[in-house]
């Protein structure tokens, strides 16, 4: 029985029309029912109205079209708080076809997502938009009513509420959660001071969000001003070239590569220095040593300025095969797929040392600071250049060889200090902002187990300033 765990139920207590198998009576499941039974609480069906949508045509190729946001898990999960910062990561549907179609559901401000399968039980509350459209993969809770929303997104986020979600997942061939399974949640009905300490922590969090990501802007518009991307209106779709200027160079035949904006950009940069001759390649594989555990860092866990968040421990026997790159404080990682190469992502000392994909080129430079060398990356022209490069058939990538012969330019030490601070400011803020809501979660918990006057305590010396 040694790391084994057993649980007894007594026959009289399981619902044989229901789950009666083993992992529904984990140990961490009975727990979390039996707090619960300590607690005032309410069935989430009395609280809002499950919405998802159902059967609908193909929308995918109306995405170029769209301009209503259409939530997915993946807009979900690293989300609690969904936000217009959010836009451009959104896939759009138009909007008459989401109401010409009743399989699509619809949800508003301050309701709630919660994630259905792929990576489900994740709750988001929506902000900023009036309305946006659910895909198959989400589910909503709409007319919210009793309690506060944004506590209860709060509430589905912490253990309480994530494992009772998680339990309730359907054991077919993809997990998933159903809408009678949700309803059956039990709420946390904290008091009405808790609740609103945490609905503050949500919104000030949002700020600080917000404020990072204007941060992160405006170190795009330093380097902008001196790296811009060329007007190539009236450039022309196509290029003649001799085989000796081509293919007798480059290798490549598709025409994709010869776009004139390509030769406007390289123009533009006034560059003879390239990723090879500014830049360290750090491509040699390590082995995992099978009873430690690592940080593994995957494209999903790459936020779209650049951070870092969300990251699964594991133990180097559990890791993929794929998870041979180690990682140091200050380097930046590039992904190779050419679908994915906006997400480039700068390594802080909370990841030192971590382990990441091989899909990803690791550098660094020893005349580049780390945060320029993120943005250089992340800016309109150089991903344009990884673009024009990527080949292959069925997975399209950016060889070694050619992203080390991408044009880069050398920007001015002063620069790289603005850039710099700019890009530290943004990472600050946005730690400040994850840090407010990992408190609100820790708040309802503490809520839970000791009671909620040592849980406003406890926020109160975290937090001795009124938020």
């Given at each position: 029985?040694?790391?084994l765990?057993?649980?007894?139920?007594?026959?009289?207590?399981?619902?044989?029309?229901?789950r009666?198998?083993?992992?529904?009576?984990t140990?961490?499941?009975?727990?979390?029912?039996?707090?619960?039974?300590?607690?005032?609480?309410?069935?989430?069906?009395?609280?809002?109205?499950?919405?998802?949508?159902?059967?609908?045509p193909?929308?995918?190729?109306?995405?170029?079209?769209?301009?209503?946001?259409?939530?997915?898990?993946v807009?979900?999960?690293?989300y609690?708080?969904?936000?217009?910062?959010?836009?451009?990561?959104?896939?759009?549907?138009?909007?008459?076809?989401?109401?010409?179609?009743?399989?699509?559901?619809?949800?508003?401000?301050e309701?709630?997502?919660?994630?259905?399968?792929?990576?489900?039980?994740?709750?988001?509350?929506?902000?900023?938009?009036?309305?946006?459209?659910?895909?198959?993969?989400?589910?909503?809770?709409?007319?919210?009513?009793?309690?506060?929303?944004?506590?209860?997104?709060?509430?589905?986020?912490?253990?309480?509420?994530?494992?009772?979600?998680?339990?309730?997942?359907?054991?077919?061939?993809?997990?998933?959660?159903?809408?009678?399974?949700?309803?059956a949640?039990?709420?946390?009905?904290?008091?009405?001071?808790?609740?609103?300490?945490?609905?503050?922590?949500?919104?000030?969090?949002?700020?600080?969000?917000?404020?990072?990501?204007?941060?992160?802007?405006?170190?795009?518009?330093?380097?902008?001003?001196i790296?811009?991307?060329?007007?190539?209106?009236?450039?022309?779709?196509?290029s003649?070239?001799?085989?000796?200027?081509?293919f007798?160079?480059?290798?490549?035949?598709?025409?994709?590569?010869?776009?004139?904006?390509?030769?406007?950009?390289?123009?533009?940069?006034?560059?003879?220095?390239?990723?090879?001759?500014?830049?360290?390649l750090?491509d040699?594989?390590?082995?995992?040593?099978?009873?430690?555990?690592?940080?593994?860092?995957?494209?999903?866990?790459?936020?779209?300025?650049?951070?870092?968040?969300?990251v699964?421990?594991?133990?180097?026997?559990?890791?993929?095969?794929?998870?041979?790159?180690?990682v140091?404080?200050?380097?930046?990682?590039v992904?190779?797929?050419?679908?994915?190469?906006?997400?480039?992502?700068?390594?802080?000392?909370?990841?030192?040392g971590?382990?990441?994909?091989?899909?990803?080129?690791?550098?660094?430079?020893?005349?580049?600071n780390?945060?320029?060398?993120?943005?250089?990356?992340?800016?309109?022209?150089?991903?344009?250049?990884?673009k024009?490069?990527?080949?292959?058939?069925?997975?399209?990538?950016?060889?070694?060889?050619?992203?080390?012969?991408?044009?880069?330019?050398?920007?001015?030490?002063?620069?790289?200090?603005e850039?710099?601070?700019?890009?530290?400011?943004?990472?600050?803020?946005?730690?400040?902002?994850?840090?407010?809501?990992?408190?609100?979660?820790q708040a309802?918990?503490m809520?839970?187990?000791?009671g909620?006057?040592?849980?406003?305590?406890?926020?109160?010396?975290?937090?001795?300033?009124e938020?």
């Open positions: 029985m040694d790391g765990e057993c649980s007894e139920i007594l026959f009289s207590q399981i619902d044989l029309g229901d009666f198998d083993s992992d529904y009576y140990k961490n499941y009975l727990h979390i029912s039996d707090q619960m039974s300590k607690v005032p609480t309410e069935k989430l069906a009395k609280l809002a109205t499950t919405v998802a949508s159902a059967f609908y193909a929308a995918t190729q109306l995405y170029s079209e769209g301009d209503t946001a259409f939530a997915r898990c807009d979900c999960v690293s609690p708080v969904i936000t217009k910062d959010q836009d451009s990561k959104f896939e759009k549907i138009p909007y008459a076809f989401g109401k010409e179609n009743k399989g699509i559901s619809f949800i508003k401000a309701d709630i997502i919660i994630t259905k399968v792929g990576t489900p039980c994740y709750a988001s509350i929506l902000t900023d938009y009036s309305e946006i459209a659910l895909s198959r993969t989400v589910m909503g809770l709409t007319g919210i009513h009793s309690v506060d929303p944004y506590y209860l997104m709060v509430f589905l986020r912490c253990k309480y509420g994530f494992d009772q979600l998680f339990r309730q997942r359907e054991l077919t061939i993809q997990y998933q959660l159903t809408l009678p399974r949700v309803k949640v039990d709420v946390y009905l904290a008091n009405d001071m808790l609740q609103i300490k945490v609905m503050k922590l949500c919104k000030k969090s949002k700020e600080f969000q917000q404020k990072s990501n204007e941060a992160y802007q405006m170190a795009e518009q330093i380097l902008r001003d790296v811009d991307y060329p007007d190539d209106t009236a450039l022309g779709t196509y003649i070239k001799k085989i000796n200027e081509s007798a160079i480059s290798g490549r035949l598709d025409a994709e590569y010869y776009q004139p904006k390509y030769e406007a950009i390289v123009k533009k940069l006034n560059t003879r220095e390239t990723v090879l001759s500014l830049c360290n750090h040699k594989n390590y082995n995992p040593d099978a009873k430690q555990t690592y940080q593994y860092i995957e494209l999903a866990d790459v936020g779209q300025s650049g951070d870092i968040s969300d699964d421990i594991q133990y180097g026997s559990d890791l993929p095969m794929r998870a041979r790159r180690i140091k404080s200050g380097q930046v990682i992904p190779s797929v050419e679908g994915s190469l906006q997400s480039c992502a700068l390594i802080t000392d909370e990841y030192d971590a382990l990441c994909s091989t899909g990803f080129y690791v550098l660094d430079s020893d005349c580049i780390s945060e320029t060398l993120l943005v250089l990356f992340k800016s309109e022209p150089i991903q344009a250049l990884m024009q490069r990527c080949s292959g058939t069925i997975l399209t990538a950016i060889s070694k060889d050619e992203l080390l012969s991408t044009p880069l330019p050398m920007i001015d030490g002063d620069i790289q200090k850039i710099a601070g700019k890009v530290q400011e943004a990472f600050t803020l946005r730690k400040q902002s994850k840090q407010l809501l990992e408190y609100a979660k309802v918990e809520a839970i187990e000791q909620e006057d040592v849980a406003l305590a406890w926020l109160k010396d975290k937090i001795p300033v938020v």
